[in-house]
Each structure stands twice: as structure tokens, then as C-alpha cells.
T-cell receptor
Framework: DAGVTQSPTHLIKTRGQQVTLRCSPI?????VSWYQQVLGQGPQFIFQ???????GRGNFPDRFSARQFPNYSSELNVNALLLGDSALYLC??????????????FGNGTRLTVT | SQQGEEDPQALSIQEGENATMNCSYK?????LQWYRQNSGRGLVHLIL?????REKHSGRLRVTLDTSKKSSSLLITASRAADTASYFC?????????????FGSGTQLTVLP
């Protein structure tokens, strides 16, 4: 079975532009989460979506938004890009909404560079 | 903000040796997980230990959890060059909704052949 797939793999944008990142979860997984990983640090939680509804939001500005589609794929949008948005953006899927005892399955990420 | 801190930040060992990484966290947790990340790639789940467990094994991996000290350790026995990667601990908080993982800053492990 295919794992979590993300597109594009790499992206270069200019400050002030907008970007859309895409994620397809593992088949059967209804929960999709987004994480931002700045170089040299651990991932930081941005959003969780379950059954097409936002179920959790991390400490990120309103420039960050996301949505989940009926097929459970998801998009992450970032507006008015700043240099500090340069990072690896990771999508993860899981079977359940809660992750008490359920690990996350990560994609290989989208490397976003803002110049 | 990062929940936990891994120690050491970097570790270099010879193939066949054991590698031990430590993780400390700040809040009460429901469970603690360890993930591995090869350079520039996604994270791979290694092992999950619940807050009521003290030790767990999976193949060459051994994880311990001390909730009184808010700390965990990951031991990789008989290391291989393929174990070279960054290792992160991640916690799920016991209060509120368990919908996010809070990651530490990671340990970069290098296994020399």
C-alpha cells in the first residue's frame, strides 16, 4: 500500500507570495496533520483535520490555513510568505482522531524555501 | 515551543556499539513515542510507550520511561551504519485532546562502519 504522499517535494517562493502544499493520506486514514520542521529542530504542530473538520490548531498565525477534502486528502496554504516560513512541511496521517495509542505516519515532506 | 529536549544533541559511535539517547519533557503525558528521521526525509515511528509502562522492547530497541523524572531513554543495541539518523521523542499530553504530538529537538546519531 502507498504511504503518505506529499507534493511538491521542493518549492522556491518569494517573500509575500502564497503557497499551497498537498497531501494524500494512507488509504483508510481519516486524520491528517500538518507539521513544520525548521532546520535543526523538531517538527511543530500546525493543524489536525479529521472527517473534513479542523480538530486542532497549533501556535501559528492566520496566514496558515488548511482544508481536508471528501477523499481525506488535504491542502496547507500559507499566505504572505516570510523568510522564516522556510522549512520542511510534513504531513502525517492516522486512523483515529485521537492519537493516544496510534502512531502517526509521515510523508517525506515538502521543502519550502522563501527568498 | 518544544516540549522536550533530547540529550545528547549529537552522538557518534562505532558499528556494533550501543547507542543511548535521553529525552526530558515538561508536562504530564499520556504516552511517549520515538521517531527516526533520515536526512531530509519524513519521520518513521519506532516505538510507543504508555505513561503506565516503564519499559518496552522492539527488536534492537529498548525504551524506558520515568514519569516521576519526566524522562525517557532510547537504547539501540548492536548499532549498524543504517541506524545513522536523527531521533526524536514526542509526547501526547494527558490533558485536553490528544490530537498533536509535541516533539523534542532531536539527537543526531552517526554510526561509523
Amino acid at each position: 500500500d502507498a504511504g503518505v504522499t506529499q507534493s511538491p517535494t521542493h518549492l522556491i517562493k518569494t517573500r509575500g507570495q502564497q503557497v499551497t502544499l498537498r497531501c494524500s493520506p494512507i488509504s483508510g486514514h481519516k486524520s491528517v496533520s500538518w507539521y513544520q520542521q525548521v532546520l535543526g529542530q523538531g517538527p511543530q504542530f500546525i493543524f489536525q483535520y479529521y472527517e473534513k473538520e479542523e480538530r486542532g490548531r497549533g501556535n501559528f498565525p492566520d496566514r496558515f490555513s488548511a482544508r481536508q477534502f471528501p477523499n481525506y486528502s488535504s491542502e496547507l496554504n500559507v499566505n504572505a510568505l516570510l523568510l522564516g516560513d522556510s522549512a520542511l512541511y510534513l504531513c502525517a496521517s492516522s486512523l483515529y482522531q485521537g492519537i493516544y495509542n496510534s502512531p502517526l505516519h509521515f510523508g517525506n515532506g515538502t521543502r519550502l524555501t522563501v527568498t | 515551543s518544544q516540549q522536550g529536549e533530547e540529550d545528547p544533541q549529537a552522538l557518534s559511535i562505532q558499528e556494533g556499539e550501543n547507542a543511548t539517547m535521553n529525552c526530558s519533557y515538561k508536562t504530564s503525558i499520556n504516552n511517549l513515542q520515538w521517531y527516526r528521521q533520515n536526512s531530509g526525509r519524513g519521520l518513521v515511528h519506532l516505538i510507543l510507550i504508555r505513561s503506565n509502562e516503564r519499559e518496552k522492547h522492539s527488536g534492537r530497541l529498548r525504551v524506558t520511561l520515568d514519569t516521576s523524572k519526566k524522562s525517557s531513554s532510547l537504547l539501540i543495541t548492536a548499532s549498524r551504519a543504517a541506524d545513522t539518523a536523527s531521533y526524536f521523542c514526542a509526547t501526547t499530553r494527558s490533558s485536553g485532546s490528544a490530537r498533536q504530538l509535541t516533539f523534542g529537538s532531536g539527537t543526531q546519531l552517526t554510526v561509523l562502519p
